[in-house]
């Protein structure tokens, strides 16, 4: 059974970092891509960045894109994100999501990253 | 970047009758691969998203066959033959064939 757990998200000022984790199993992770989407609350869902199999391939959202690096080990089936200069607006439950078969095909129950002084 | 124009907002429905969902882009999502890659979500209250739909209108494993999904180009549906308690919730389109990525605003399905 694939499961997708994520972790690291707290309250954090504006102009702070943090590090999200994505911790995987049920697939052989190093063989397919992965996802970050995040919701704000009570607004839509936003897709915030896509990391290939190996790593060596990332694409960002313009909102996120200088402030955000995604990034992932193998060896540890773990994905991350990694996230600097917070502003409020990056306040949202972010969600890592697989992509096995299809985009999106699973997803964890997110993690809470709340930006505020 | 595509925009994704989801119609309506909000959906009450009655339970055993049809509903539709449509999802705009603003161009044209076929791939250079010849594929669409338009995917349909649904979103319970308090739940993570599940995929419904991929490529149009192929039905993720263990979606039941009230599901569908049809259209080519910029105009794209999703339809529920007959709707049960459980489909409430928000359903969102989303397009995966340039990036950046980009979901419809997402429409409230409610259960009258």
């Known amino acids: 059974e694939v499961q997708v757990l994520e972790s690291g998200g707290a309250l954090v000022q504006p102009g702070g970092s943090l590090r999200l984790s994505c911790a995987a199993s049920?697939?052989?992770?190093?063989?397919?891509?992965m996802n970050w989407v995040r919701q704000a609350p009570g607004k839509g869902l936003e897709w915030v960045s896509t990391?290939?199999?190996?790593?060596?391939?990332?694409h960002y959202a313009d909102s996120v894109k200088g402030r955000f690096t995604i990034s992932r080990d193998n060896s540890k089936n773990t994905l991350y994100l990694q996230m600097n200069s917070l502003r409020a607006e990056d306040t949202a439950i972010y969600y890592c999501?697989?992509?096995?078969?299809?985009?999106?095909?699973?997803w964890g129950q997110g993690t809470l990253v709340t930006v505020s002084s | 970047d595509i925009v994704m124009t989801q119609t309506p907002l909000s959906s009450p429905v009655t339970v055993g009758q049809p509903a539709s969902i449509s999802c705009r882009s603003s161009?044209?999502?076929?791939?250079?691969?010849?594929?669409?890659?338009l995917s349909w979500l649904h979103q319970r209250p308090g739940q993570p998203p599940r995929l419904l739909i991929y490529?149009?209108?192929n039905r993720f494993s263990g979606v039941p066959d009230r599901f569908s999904g049809s259209g080519a180009g910029t105009d794209f549906t999703l339809k529920i033959s007959r709707v049960e308690a459980e489909d409430a919730g928000t359903y969102y389109c989303?397009?995966?064939?340039?990036?950046?990525?980009?979901f419809g605003q997402g429409t409230r399905v409610e259960i009258e």
């Open positions: 999501a697989t992509w096995i078969q299809v985009h999106f095909d699973d």
């Open positions: 161009q044209s999502l076929v791939h250079s691969d010849g594929n669409t890659y």
């Open positions: 490529k149009i209108s």
């Open positions: 990391i290939n199999d190996n790593g060596k391939n990332t």
């Open positions: 989303i397009q995966v064939t340039h990036f950046p990525w980009t």
């Open positions: 049920g697939f052989t992770f190093k063989s397919h891509g």
